[in-house]
């Protein structure tokens, strides 16, 4: 939530700091603004709404210098608009901040610097940062912001910019992700890499507590105590066109699209040369040490909570060790019950959720091994846990997740049928098996996306509705969450997913003549009792859309419309059945003039509890 960009260099800085902002707007889009130092005087210039409307109020008059500071915004404390728009100064205007996250003592803080005559413009926890620094500047730009650091509370990625230090930047950062891109004769500062890898591939990522200086031709980076910190250079290995819509209207359709590779990436350096078993150079686990846990968590939030789902749902079935799943922010409150024999599984895509990484430190306080599965090299989730596991995604731009959620569907399966190899809890022909089907799915991935114009049909047809109902049972139930969760995040539409069972326990109510259904019937121990319960709908009159195997001869009779997905085994099929609800979802928000990349009020990386 938030982007923040900083620049130091010889070029102009307002350049860089629009084009990088554009680049991070999927992090918040409610307000934008930018800050930039001609080496005498700072100019701020901010702006309420996209950063369209910022780029056209300063661009017959573009703020001169070649140092600055920039920030979108996703509205914590202070509805949006100007006022509360980052950056934000001091009285006077010699300190200029931009910050990520929240400053949960800023009322007091607040009060203590008012009652010294401090004059307050907005109504953001971020404003006391930039007079705290007035008040405790000493002439040392650095040992003063440490003072401020020091009497902070919170989470934050922090850029400081001081008109009597005008050649550097200070940032620092808790729980809240920063990175600085090394330049020839000028360096940047961004939350997220595809603010700057236009520009260079070279970066350090800073960790919480550490404070770095940055100057256009060197960057000094110091612990909290203030000792140097030696860094390693951490080189992308994507370029800026990945982070490009490459022709796509938008990136989430671009990211739909790009399911064939995501999943071939994610998967193909983890098949053993005999095409039939699983590697992970990562985890080179034995059976002594999987054997050692008596259970395992999985914990996340969202789409990756869904994917969750799934992946308990292997891990049970395929290496026999019971799973708890929670959603990240329950989780850490409710005194689970965890030792030094408990696996805890974190998913995020961004690898930044800060419910997910405070979920994941609470494990490791309780004793717990701990194992990342994000799609985000050097993140905070990543970097945190014992061990991790990427998934091959590609950056994933667009506010609704698709590529990440089955990357880390195919990456738990993938860990399933390790943890059961080693555990002996599968044997070795079906493994081979499944191996065989796994190596299958990019192409039938491709094979999905090709059914596109049936499904564009629905969302006009069904746009307009208010209310859809998502039903299945067993692995389509957790896939039916998914497509609600899609459907409403985008389009607006009310959505609710029910395990098709539970119908008829309050929601059937709901069900009266012309409300859609979208009805998830592919699994074959349940399908009988899953055809009665679409039965029971369509006896409500309801408009039920199947979703069925491609062998299937019968979920026809009694449904208005089917979209039938590819052959495969049926343990790996919410790879393909999610396919059509997320192009559903995205047609549909189409249909309803929605902005689909930027849906209203979500944020890509939720980095505020
Ligand atoms: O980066 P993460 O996977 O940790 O993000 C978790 C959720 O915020 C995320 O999946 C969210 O639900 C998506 N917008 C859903 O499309």
């Given at each position: 939530m938030c982007g923040i960009v900083g620049y130091v260099g010889d070029n102009q800085a307002a350049n860089f700091l629009l084009d990088g902002l554009a680049k991070l707007e999927y992090r918040g889009y409610d307000s934008a603004g930018i800050a930039v130092f001609d080496g005498e005087n700072i100019r701020v210039e901010k702006s309420v709404g996209r950063l369209a409307s910022l780029r056209d109020k300063v661009k017959d008059d573009t703020p001169v210098g070649t140092m600055g500071i920039g920030?979108?915004?996703?509205?914590?404390?202070?509805?949006?608009?100007?006022?509360?728009?980052?950056?934000?100064?001091?009285?006077?205007?010699?300190?200029?901040?931009?910050?990520?996250?929240?400053?949960e003592n800023y009322l007091t803080l607040k009060e203590e610097l008012q009652a010294k005559g401090h004059e307050f413009r907005s109504e953001t926890d971020t404003e006391v940062v930039a007079h705290l620094l007035e008040d405790v500047y000493n002439g040392d730009f650095e040992a003063s912001v440490r003072e401020v650091l020091r009497r902070i509370e919170g989470s934050y990625s922090l850029v400081f910019m001081s008109k009597a230090n005008p050649d550097c930047l200070i940032c620092s950062k808790q729980d809240n992700p920063l990175i600085i891109g090394l330049g020839e004769g000028e360096n940047f500062v961004a939350s997220d890499i595809?603010?700057?890898?236009?520009?260079?591939?070279?970066?350090?990522?800073?960790n919480d507590g550490e404070l770095a200086i940055v100057k256009?031709?060197?960057?000094?980076?110091?612990?909290?105590?203030?000792?140097?910190?030696?860094?390693?250079?951490?080189?992308v290995t994507w370029n800026a066109e990945a982070a490009e819509k490459g022709g796509y209207e938008h990136f989430m359709l671009k990211e739909i699209h790009e399911q064939p590779k995501a999943v071939r990436d994610t998967?193909?350096?983890?098949?053993?040369?005999?095409g039939k078993s699983i590697v992970m150079d990562e985890l080179k686990w034995t059976s002594e040490f999987v054997n050692s846990f008596n259970k395992m968590y999985i914990i996340a939030c969202g789409t990756a909570y869904n994917a969750g789902l799934v992946g308990k749902y292997y891990l049970e079935k395929l290496a026999r060790i019971p799973v708890e799943i929670d959603v990240a922010s329950e989780f850490r409150y409710r005194d689970p019950i965890i030792d030094e024999n408990t696996l805890v599984i974190v998913v995020s895509q961004s690898g930044e959720t800060i419910d997910t990484l405070a979920a994941l430190k609470e494990s490791k306080r309780l004793g717990a091994k701990t194992l990342a599965v994000t799609n985000?090299?050097?993140s905070s989730i990543a970097r945190e846990a014992d061990q991790v596991i990427y998934t091959w995604a590609g950056p994933e731009i667009a506010v609704a997740s698709t590529k990440a959620y089955t990357t880390q569907?195919?990456?738990?399966?993938?860990?399933?049928?390790?943890?059961?190899?080693?555990?002996?809890?599968?044997?070795?022909?079906?493994?081979?098996?499944?191996?065989?089907?796994?190596?299958?799915?990019?192409?039938?991935?491709?094979?999905?996306?090709?059914?596109?114009?049936?499904?564009?049909?629905?969302?006009?047809?069904?746009?307009y509705n208010d209310d859809v109902f998502y039903i299945g049972r067993s692995l389509d139930y957790h896939v039916a969450l998914e497509g609600s969760l899609k459907?409403?995040?985008?389009?607006?539409?009310?959505?609710?997913?029910?395990?098709?069972?539970?119908?008829?326990?309050?929601?059937?109510?709901?069900?009266?003549?012309?409300?859609?259904?979208?009805?998830?019937?592919?699994?074959?121990d349940v399908y009988e009792k899953t055809l009665s319960n679409i039965k029971e709908v369509k006896a409500r009159d309801a408009v039920v859309i199947g979703i069925a195997a491609f062998d299937d001869t019968e979920l026809e009779k009694y449904v208005d419309h089917v979209i039938k997905v590819p052959k495969t085994d049926e343990l790996l099929i919410p790879i393909l059945t999610v396919i059509p609800l997320q192009l559903l979802a995205y047609y549909a928000a189409i249909t309803r003039g929605c902005d689909v990349d930027k849906p209203r009020n979500l944020a890509k990386s939720v980095t505020v509890e």
């Open positions: 920030h979108t915004r996703w509205a914590t404390h202070g509805r949006p608009c100007d006022r509360n728009s980052h950056p934000h100064t001091d009285c006077h205007g010699d300190f200029v901040i931009v910050h990520n996250g929240i400053i595809p603010a700057i890898i236009a520009y260079t591939r070279r970066n350090y990522i800073l256009k031709d060197s960057v000094w980076i110091s612990n909290r105590q203030g000792e140097p910190v030696t860094k390693k250079v951490f080189e998967m193909s350096a983890r098949i053993g040369k005999d985000v090299v050097g569907i195919v990456l738990m399966f993938m860990l399933s049928l390790y943890m059961g190899e080693l555990k002996g809890t599968i044997p070795a022909d079906r493994v081979a098996e499944l191996v065989g089907e796994l190596q299958k799915l990019p192409t039938h991935v491709g094979e999905t996306l090709e059914d596109v114009e049936p499904i564009k049909t629905f969302a006009k047809q069904y746009g459907l409403k995040e985008i389009s607006y539409i009310h959505a609710e997913a029910y395990a098709a069972g539970e119908l008829k326990h309050g929601t059937l109510a709901l069900i009266i003549e012309g409300v859609p259904v979208i009805a998830l019937a592919t699994q074959k």
